[in-house]
């Protein structure tokens, strides 16, 4: 999968290479709210163990 990020960035650079970094940064910053989101939906899973539906 790096791999492929690679050929994808190096892509969008051969014409915008701004266009590259900024998509670089926005594929870091969709990964690190995902790693979040995993985190946030662990802490409810032990929350609702106690629960009544």
Excluded: C, F
Excluded at 2 to 16: C, K, P, Q
Excluded at 27 to 32: V, W
Aim: proline share 2%.
């Amino acid at each position: 999968m790096m791999r492929d990020r690679e050929e994808i960035a190096v892509y969008i650079a051969r014409d915008n290479p701004q266009a590259a970094h900024k998509w670089i940064a926005n594929l870091r910053k969709t990964a690190e709210r995902a790693a979040e989101m995993a985190l946030v939906d662990e802490r409810t899973a032990s929350l609702e163990i106690g629960l009544k539906l």
